[in-house]
């Protein structure tokens, strides 16, 4: 019996034990935290879930939250608009410190689409966005490579690797023979120079693609790219952004030329062929000479620091930053530098109640020096070259002379050591603006932006001798200065109208004023015999004969803008959308006739997705269809270019002397009109599986008509006067069709790990249509020495195509040559081992009438891969550029009997069967050097833009050194490059349309590598 008691007394303990530990383990808590975004800005509104249940809760003002009913283990959903849903699980916290990171793909997300914003749902046109967060994983020096690659429709090519040098920016073809540049704003303000600009600054960048850019009128038919900085934001604590990384740059390659004893053999070889004496008889003793290519290469330092204090009060926000970077020169080192250096403030407050006030002022300035590059005689021109049978220098410690190579070849480093050449810019930017909201749907804005800026340059050219009949020799010492002053404004009033009705109906409507102007102002002298011949010496001051480059006056220009437009957007239920806008553009550029024009835009969208006959359709989770047409307007051309100015030079006799004076300038032409673009667009939008997977598809065709262009004229007319030059005429239509795709898979596999790729193509068929001129097409570029008319603008042609001639082999006998055209016209009788061309014409001659097409530098297609993984701690982005289908014209080769070659030389014919693409050695007369496609080549390539690795510290360990987040990386950009071409980069344009695809001794786009540090605090 006691026995049997205590049995009860101890299932009793036990059950009660039980049922008190099932009670302690289901016992809830209530959990508190912060939230906030990236930077540590607090994040109000956010929507707290315990999943699988009703239980809820709200962030405050200050994004700081408490929810109650917690278990650990229970899961949070923290959603908010434009932010990615993030889930946490419980352990055992009772206070959570919540970062939200920016969806850059939500359909809520707000674009700035022009005068106003929409968000991505809403938009009708063509528009892509580059978020600050993929700015950053890039770490760019500059704001164009953070453009290559992620946009589909944009190509970007450089005019050279040059520190601070221009890139070329072109948005779906080039669309004229004129300036192809899109217009770029930044904050408002208009910018021709992108190296002004520090890309941690950036906000966000969105590109216009299509009609709707018509809403900024002018210039917008090459597209819109607006760049937005960052802010300060209200109601939020003191934040401080470090960005610090220092480097170093190198060449990705160098060319294969000629050693010592090779280039002894085929010089030897070529003179022997022509019945001359050997150059070198002791080919033994010339080993491996001098490699000019590794004495002008070398390793060069990167370094860049920035600093952004971002913060706010209640009713207003500010944020003050500064940047440096100085970037040496892979060739030349500091003879080629870059330095930047910046300071930005913007303040927004609220002033009273609905009337919302904006600043803002960037001060820049930049210094370059800057060698000879991308002509011929530039520096890699003569590394390339130069004989390596030179040294450096001679016994005498005395720079070597390049004898014998032509009069543009001359010693590299010597060159490198007497080239002074500096440039120094200081820009200032500011905006101004006010937005008031009045009669609950009504809102009026002004803003006024100006930029001001002085380019300073500096040039020194010593006495110096670099050979018998060098044209760089110098017997007398040179000193110029030269300064240009650029000042422009902007000024907007817009009044805005919106209002939903029935809750299904939402109406915008905006009118407005935009004016314009920009003028400019140059000057420039220089001097002669400078004081023992030393840089340190050069001033005009110090110097004798000072001559003005502008003896007639210092020339100026100023045009001015004059701007209205209207807009209507309207949609239902978002569901069908419209936009409609009309702006009417006046251009002093142009007569008063002429000087007025109108310019309308539609565009139409559909969201199938909130059909419906959809919504059963789980694996679609947003779908839309969209179109857009209309007119835009362009008038980039010189001023008054519509009347006849007395700008020019003209000699007369003055009581028996000959003096000089005033003449009329350019020719006039006063008939000169808008250029005009015909812009279409269609596309669709689509998402699936609950948006990890986004795609996007464009077609779209861009008809230019009356491109605004110099023709060829004749001498008799006076265009080649002092001074002078042909008119600009309404010359012709060029036509750009293609195809733009972009597909994106995004998917967080847990709160440790995440996984993004996104690839775009874009295909792009350029014709010209029409030229007026009696010669039915335009010519430009030159090839080697003294060849001209090798790119032309010419009907049912892609604008700035190569014009020569084509080959077919090589003459391997004399049966051949006698069985062949006669080639006479070309500058000499062909002989087995010369190049054999094509009579095209089937005349019996070959001659310049057998040129035609031999290539193109406008790519077929352009692609982008983008790559990114988290990790926990770590992060790897990899970015990839491919250009496919272009053309480049190797023009580095100066093809004399003394000059070097590259090892292919090594290939050449020598006897029948030999070779059958490379042409004989000789010293004799030739029309092997005459252009053909003998020097074109595929420029094709992929190029691995950026590859990045990251790792950020457990915020919880930073936090207690009073840092937000601490990050730190290590990138390479430009890590390799796969392509055919054989010179330094297939990447190389002046990006003129007319002569851009000509290497000749390209700045090569130099491979960096970095470390560096991102902080917030």
Known sequence: MIHKIITMKQIYLIITFSLMSLFGFSQTMEISGNISDASGLPLPGVTIIQVSTNNGAISDFDGYFTIKGIKIGDQLKFSYLGFKEKTITVKTESSLVVILDEDQESLDEVVIVGYGTQTKKEITGAVSVVSSQTIEELAPTRIEQALQGQVAGVNITTQSGAPGSASNIRIRGISTNGDNRPLILLDGNVIEDLSVVTPSDIENITVLKDATAGIYGVRAANGVILITTKSGVRNSELKLDVNLYGGFQQTTRTLPALNASEYGLLVNEAHVANGEAIVFPNISDLGGGTNWQNEVFQDAAIINQDFTLRGGTKKSGFAIGSSYLTQDGIIGGGKSNFTRYNVRLNFNTELFKNLNLKAGL??????????????????????????????VKDENNQYTLSEGLGNEVINPIAQIANTYNKTAVDKLSGNFGGNYKFLKNFSVESNIQFNYAEVKGEVFNPIAFYGSGKVFNKDRSEYSESKSVFQDYTFDAILNYEKVFNEAHNLKATIGTSVFKTEGEFSGSIGFDIPD??????????????????????????????????????????????????????????????????????SLGWVLSDESFLEEVSAISFLKLRTSYGILGNDRIPDYRYVSILNGEGEYVLNGELVTGIALGTLSNPEIKWEQQESFNVGIDARFLNNELIFTADYFSRNTKDLLLVPDISGILGGTAPGSGAPIINGGDVKNTGFEFQIGYSKSYSDDMSFNVNYNFTTLENEVLKVDNSLGYISGGGFGIGQ???????????????????????FQNQSEVDAHPSQLALGANAQPGDIRFVDVNNDGLINEDDKTYIGDPIPDVTMGLNISFDYKNFDFQM????????????????NLSLTNKTSYELERWTGPGTSNSVP???????????????????????????????????????????????????????LFTLTKYRGYDPTSSTGNPLGGGFDNGFYPTPRTFLLGVNFKM
């Open 362 to 391: 960037i001060y820049t300035g930049t210094n370059r020096k800057a060698l000879s590059e991308n002509a011929i005689g530039s520096v890699l021109f003569n590394a390339l070259n130069n004989a390596p049978t030179l040294t």
């Open 533 to 602: 011949n030393d840089f340190n010496n050069a001033s005009l001051d110090n110097a004798s004969d000072i001559l003005n480059f502008y003896p007639l006056g210092d020339p100026t220009f100023d045009s001015r803008l004059l701007s209205y437009f209207g807009r209507i957007q309207y949609n239902f239920k978002e569901k069908y959308l419209f936009s409609a806008l009309i702006r009417r553009d006046g251009s002093t550029k142009f007569g008063p006739e002429n000087r007025f024009g109108y310019f309308p835009t539609a």
């Open 788 to 810: 001209s008319d090798v790119a032309r603008m010419e009907v049912g042609m892609p604008i700035g195509y190569f014009h020569g001639l084509k080959t077919d082999g090589i």
């Open 879 to 894: 970015y990839l550029f491919s250009s496919i289908g272009n053309e480049i014209v190797r023009n580095y080769e100066r």
């Open 920 to 974: 004989r050695a000789t010293t004799g007369a030739t029309s092997n050097a005459v252009f053909s496609d003998y020097f074109v080549e595929d420029a094709s390539y992929v190029r691995a833009q950026n590859l990045q690795i990251g790792y950020t510290l457990d915020k919880n360990s930073t936090k207690k050194i009073g840092v937000e987040k601490l990050r730190f990386y290590a990138s390479v950009s430009n």
